[in-house]
């Protein structure tokens, strides 16, 4: 697909996210009823926990691509991985910024090393370093199989996120949605909150696709021989 095309169906799709972002949003604050034990603090879910699947999902999306650069050394999958890295590092500090709003309540502290908050500063923190490591290297090429590596190897972290509630004492939440027994938390509660991750979904795919564009056209452009060499 060409860069131009790609960056007009990704604004389009971006566009349709912003509406339906704001459209949950209304959901969360007029439709949804306030959790019985948290109270007001809990509607931060419908931010927080589409930022934490979007964020894992855009570094499997890095670690993914990563793996293909590698084995046919694709240009695309390469900016495909940088692309969705870049929509991670900035998912991920929305997570790291909301999630302490709800600690500080529910918790009665910002922050706390508990498995899952430690596990996911750590990732943040690999694949801020993905970009290190490609800026770093005096061969760019040398430079991107240095960073896929470095993003396939942070994408096992992924797991441990997860299964850290179950493993090890914590004081993060076990899911209330995605359970064998079904949702514990009211109807509405879930039918927005379900909602939202779609929302978010939509909208983060749209400006991926927008960047991913941008991307191939800077590079294209890298790429393309100068007058002088034409001439010559």
């Known amino acids: 697909m060409k860069p131009k095309r790609t960056g007009t169906m990704g604004a389009a799709l971006a566009l349709l996210g912003v509406a339906l972002v704001l459209f949950t949003q209304w959901m969360a604050f ?6 019985a034990l948290q109270g007001p603090i809990q509607r931060i879910y419908y931010i927080h926990i589409p930022a934490a699947w979007l964020c894992e999902l855009a570094f499997v999306v890095c670690a993914f691509a990563s793996a293909i650069y590698l084995w046919l050394g694709e240009e695309r999958a390469d900016a495909a991985a940088v692309v969705a890295a ?20 529910a918790w009665g502290t910002w ?4 498995p899952r908050l430690t596990l996911t500063l750590l990732l943040w923190f690999i694949y801020f370093g993905y970009f290190l490591v490609r800026g ?3 061969n760019p090429e040398r430079g ?8 396939i190897v942070g994408a096992l972290d992924i797991p441990l996120i997860h299964m850290s509630v179950y493993w090890f004492r914590s004081l993060h939440p076990e ?6 027994e079904g949702p514990t938390a009211d109807p509405e509660i879930v039918v927005t909150l379900l909602a939202s ?3 978010w979904t939509v909208l983060f795919l749209g400006l991926c696709m927008v960047r991913y564009g941008v991307e191939l056209a800077e590079r294209a452009l890298l790429h393309r021989p100068s007058p002088s060499r034409e001439a010559a």
């Open 30 to 35: 007029f439709w949804a009823p306030t959790e």
């Open 86 to 105: 870049e929509g991670g590092l900035w998912l991920g500090v929305l997570l790291l910024v909301v999630g302490p709003l709800w600690g500080r309540v």
């Open 111 to 114: 922050w706390t090393w508990e």
């Open 136 to 138: 770093a290297a005096t």
């Open 144 to 151: 991107k199989r240095l960073a896929a590596v470095v993003a």
């Open 175 to 180: 899911p209330v949605v995605l359970r064998p």
């Open 197 to 199: 991750l779609g929302a």
